[in-house]
């Protein structure tokens, strides 16, 4: 999975072609470390389809601010550098649904 940070967000996802996935997790986000391992095993199934990428909100808070994420986890995927679908919150955020995001955007 790429990191994301201010530096590389635009080049690594608002101007690539294809589907991005974007993994928004913080430090302190416990749903979000226990579904680090499966985002990853993820990453290896579909990374041939699918860019896969992870932002720490912690490190990078305006970037997410700007990218208008308010709760944590959130996966968001982008087309051609535009949000079209986006899914939040640790109730919302499986390994299922986290992956049924994926087939429908590839």
Known sequence: MI???KDNFDEEVL???GPVLVDFWGEKCEPCKALMPDVHALAEKYGDKMKMCKLNTTQ???LAIGQKVLGLPTFIVY???EK???ISG???CTMETVENLIKENI
């Open 84 to 86: 079209v679908k986006e």
């Open 60 to 62: 990078n808070r305006r």
């Open 90 to 92: 640790a109730e919302n």
């Open 15 to 17: 101007q690539a072609t």
């Open 79 to 81: 087309k051609n550098g």
């Open 3 to 5: 990191e994301l940070n």
